[in-house]
């Protein structure tokens, strides 16, 4: 399994923004983002793969945007005009065949990082 490492996360408050970044140990065919709130499932938030592209959320479309960066093996994911609603624990998460959005796909996830935006 790829290790995947991730950074930023922290404190925001409404309106204001924070960027992840994840770094793979290898070469992987899709990376993604995922998040879990308290009380609630672990959901897709964005991915990157060569089949479907880059796709997001409809909660996070126009708000967030990922960056990938195939020669240093990261995906990054700025978060602009954040909510209350967008706090949560965001993985990272890694497959060696296409995307999905289901958590269950994934085999490889990160250790998690903490978002937490205050309205």
């Known amino acids: 399994q790829v290790q995947l490492v991730e950074s930023g996360g922290g404190s925001a408050q409404a309106g204001g923004s924070l960027r992840l970044s994840c770094a793979a140990s290898?070469?992987?065919?899709?990376m993604g983002w995922f998040r879990q709130a308290p009380g609630k499932e672990r959901e897709g938030v964005a991915s990157?793969?060569?089949?479907?592209?880059?796709r997001y959320a409809d909660s996070v479309k126009g708000r967030f945007t990922a960056f990938k960066d195939n020669a240093k093996r990261t995906l990054d994911l700025q978060m602009n005009s954040l909510k209350a609603e967008d706090t949560a624990t965001y993985y990272c998460?890694?497959?060696?065949?296409?995307?999905?959005?289901?958590?269950?796909?994934?085999?490889?996830w990160g250790q998690g990082t903490q978002v937490t935006v205050s309205a």
């Open positions: 998460a890694a497959r060696n065949v296409r995307c999905s959005w289901l958590p269950g796909d994934f085999g490889s």
């Open positions: 290898g070469v992987i065919r899709c």
């Open positions: 990157v793969d060569s089949v479907y592209g880059i």
